[in-house]
Every structure is written in structure tokens, then in C-alpha cells.
């Protein structure tokens, strides 16, 4: 029982216990991802509704499993080119769908949206730029904090507490902060890698 063979066994069993456990990992990060985007249409819904606590339930929900789903991969060390892509998309799905939905019930100012979303444009092309390059836009620490600010600030945009400062409400001057860490940080990358799109005739 416990010859060559069983030793064999014992190592083949290890080895795929080893192949198999990362697929779990990477399924259990994947489904906070699927998370993120299934909420997406939920939180505008609600929004739209009028339903603003439930809508800032799920919203933080949402955005819940981002954090979780970074310190686990983290944690476990998994990574893949998909799975960075797709928990990209879904951060920018919830936030995207959560600003339309703030802007069609006057919430948030058009041109503070255009300055979020039109980031994220500018990133994908930039994206796609530096991948023909063979290269990977790695996400900065000033990228990660911005996706907080941006969080807070739709959080607060969709409760609205009576809170004015100057004559404006708190959660405007949150998403006016929260636009300017985005463009920030965008122009932070279009500056770090400006020598690769340079060097496209």
C-alpha cells in the first residue's frame, strides 16, 4: 500500500489538488466580479425609483467586493490578464451606470461625469496602445485611490444628507473632488507611458 505506487498516487493526487485550487480561487474571484456587473442595472433601477437607501445598499455592496476580491488575489497570489480585464470592466460598469442614473434624476453634474467617464476612455485606448507594445497598463496606487474617492462620493451623491458647505451640498463638492482624482490620475498614466505612444508612427 505504501510502495512506488502508492507514493505515485499519493504525489499525483498533491499535484492536482495543486492544479485544482487555483480554479476555485479564481472561480470565487470571478463571481464577486459577475457581482459587480449584475448590480449594476440594480443600483441604476433604483436610483431611478427613488429608492435611494436600498440603492446605496447595493451600490456599497457592489463596491464591497471589489476590496474583497483584490486582498484575496492578493492573498492567494492569482492573477490573470481576464480577470484584471474583467474586474476592470466591472468597476467601471457600477460606477459608470450609478453616475447616468444620478445625472438623470439631477444628482450629479453632466460635465463631472463626462470627466469620469471620458477618463476611462482615454484609458482604454491608451490600454490598447501599450498591449501592442507587449506591455500591461498596471493600475497605480493613485488609480486604486481613486476608485475609492470615486466610490464615497456616488455613495453620497445617492443619500444626499443635509449637509451644506459654501452653499453647495457635500456630496457635490464629494463627486467634484472625486472628478479631479480622475482626471488626475489619468493624466498620471497618459504621462508614464507617453514615450510608447510616441513611438507609434
Not at 476590496?67 to 474583467?86: K, M, P, Q, T
Not at 476612455?121 to 496606487?141: D, I, K, N, P
Request: aromatic fraction near 8%.
Amino acid at each position: 500500500m505504501n510502495g512506488p505506487t502508492g507514493v505515485a498516487r499519493s504525489v499525483r493526487a498533491g499535484v492536482l489538488r495543486e492544479r485544482r485550487a487555483p480554479r476555485g480561487r479564481t472561480g470565487l474571484l470571478m463571481l464577486g466580479t459577475s457581482l459587480r456587473i449584475v448590480l449594476t442595472p440594480v443600483v441604476m433601477a433604483l436610483v431611478l425609483g427613488g429608492a435611494e437607501t436600498a440603492a446605496a445598499i447595493v451600490f456599497v455592496a457592489g463596491a464591497a467586493t471589489d476590496w474583497i476580491d483584490g486582498r484575496l488575489a492578493r492573498r492567494w497570489e492569482v492573477a490573470s490578464r481576464l480577470g484584471a480585464f474583467l474586474d476592470t470592466t466591472a468597476d467601471k460598469l457600477l460606477v459608470s451606470g450609478a453616475l447616468v442614473a444620478l445625472v438623470a434624476v439631477d444628482r450629479v453634474s453632466p460635465w463631472f461625469v463626462m470627466v469620469i467617464v471620458g477618463r476611462e476612455l482615454v484609458l482604454l485606448g491608451l490600454r490598447a496602445a501599450v498591449a501592442t507594445e507587449g506591455r500591461h497598463l498596471e493600475a497605480s496606487l493613485l488609480g486604486k485611490w481613486k476608485a475609492t474617492v470615486q466610490f464615497c462620493a456616488i455613495v453620497l451623491a445617492i443619500i444626499r444628507p443635509e449637509a451644506i458647505v459654501a452653499g453647495v451640498f457635500l456630496d457635490q463638492w464629494a463627486i467634484g473632488f472625486a472628478a479631479l482624482v480622475t482626471a488626475w490620475s489619468g493624466l498620471d498614466y497618459l504621462v508614464r507611458f507617453w514615450p510608447v505612444l510616441r513611438s507609434h508612427p
